[in-house]
């Protein structure tokens, strides 16, 4: 069955614009989660959802960061006046449930903001 | 908090060794570890899952093995192949919190 999909798979900022990335994670898949890899370092946490209910959003960075999962299914990410820091692989996860299952990921979206 | 560390941070070896990846972690609270392998410019494409209850893992020529009260995990890869080339990935599902929390990856060369 089809994976994990995000779009844009690119996107090109100027400092101070907003923008919003999509996540359609795996049918039927409870458990959605957004990690941010900056160049050559591992992926971190940044906010997770149980359908519609987003139960952490410790790992967001500031309040510049907003994510929303109305329906319990695709997911985006917004960031509101990007900031040169924000360049970095935002990565969508999903999994079919707590605890012990697999964590399924997209292909991610790489930000640039110039 | 947890932390994930992974040894050695790059490895380049000839085409046919045996190698060893090496990933530790803080907290032994987790529901299972996975091991991810990431190509540049992509995404991460899941090798092993073991979880917290499992010893080890095995896929073709990749093996995970997992030792919670120590808080080690290293992964296997016999007979390797320039297309093995790539950054490893390991990290631990957070018992409770379920997020995954990463180290910063091995970057593995296999030269042919």
């Known amino acids: 069955g089809a994976g994990v999909s995000q779009s844009p798979r690119y996107k090109v900022a100027k400092r101070g614009q907003d923008v919003a990335l999509r996540c359609d994670p795996i049918?039927?898949?409870?458990?959605l989660f957004w990690y941010q890899q900056a160049l050559g370092q591992g992926p971190e946490f940044l906010t997770y959802?149980?359908?519609?209910?987003?139960?952490?959003k410790s790992g967001l960075p500031s309040d510049r960061f907003f994510a929303e999962r109305p329906e319990g299914s695709v997911s985006t990410l917004k960031i509101q006046r990007t900031q040169q820091e924000d360049s970095a692989v935002y990565l969508c996860?999903?999994?079919f449930g707590q605890g012990r299952y697999e964590q399924y990921f997209g292909p991610g979206t790489r930000l640039t903001v110039t | 908090k947890q932390e994930v560390t992974q040894i050695p941070a790059a490895l380049s070896v000839p085409e046919g060794e045996n190698l060893v990846l090496n990933c530790s972690f803080t907290?032994?609270?987790?529901?299972?570890l996975q091991w991810f392998r990431q190509d540049p410019g992509k995404g991460l494409t899941s090798l092993l899952l073991i979880q917290s209850s499992q010893r080890e893992q095995t896929s073709g020529r990749l093996n995970a093995s997992l030792d919670k009260s120590s808080g080690r995990s290293t992964l296997y890869i016999a007979a390797s192949q320039p297309g093995d080339s790539a950054t490893y990935l390991c990290?631990?599902?957070?018992?409770?919190?379920?997020?995954?929390?990463f180290g910063a990856g091995t970057i593995l060369r296999v030269k042919s």
């Open positions: 990290a631990v599902r957070q018992d409770p919190g379920d997020k995954l929390v």
């Open positions: 907290d032994s609270a987790i529901y299972n």
């Open positions: 996860a999903s999994s």
């Open positions: 959802f149980q359908n519609e209910a987003q139960l952490d």
């Open positions: 049918s039927g898949h409870v458990s």
